[in-house]
Nanobody
């Protein structure tokens, strides 16, 4: 199983990026998927989460209204559209997938996820 994340880069404040996470060896829509991020010196935090076979999505308060998670089942890929980026969004972003559908309270617990992408760097300058 592989999750290949891409789309990171450097942008100025207010800019946009779209992260992609393509899966192989595993069907993303069979379980929950999420994006986490980790800034230097900080713990990994959950950013966005989606359940399989539904439009249910959740966002952390810090990104709500600016980020959108989506999934293309035909491409077995999950995306994170990031708009109105701020310097505090600077981090390595990781996509992750679980083999099961997680409940709300489980969504940002890293040990609930079975597969992780390699991470993609996002840098936002002021």
């Amino acid at each position: 199983v592989q999750l290949q994340a891409s789309g990171g880069g450097s942008v100025e404040t207010g800019g946009s990026l779209r992260l992609s996470c393509a899966a192989s060896g595993f069907t993303l829509n069979s379980g929950s998927t999420a994006w986490f991020r980790q800034a230097p010196g900080k713990e990994r935090e959950g950013v966005s989460f989606t359940r399989p076979n539904s439009g249910t999505t959740y966002y952390s308060e810090s990104v709500k209204g600016r980020f959108t998670i989506s999934r293309d089942n035909a491409k077995n890929t999950v995306y994170l559209q990031m708009n109105s980026l701020k310097p505090e969004d600077t981090a390595i972003y990781y996509c992750t997938a679980s083999r099961r559908s997680l409940i709300f309270s489980e969504r940002y617990v890293t040990t609930n996820y079975d597969y992780w992408g390699q991470g993609t760097q996002v840098t936002v300058s002021s």
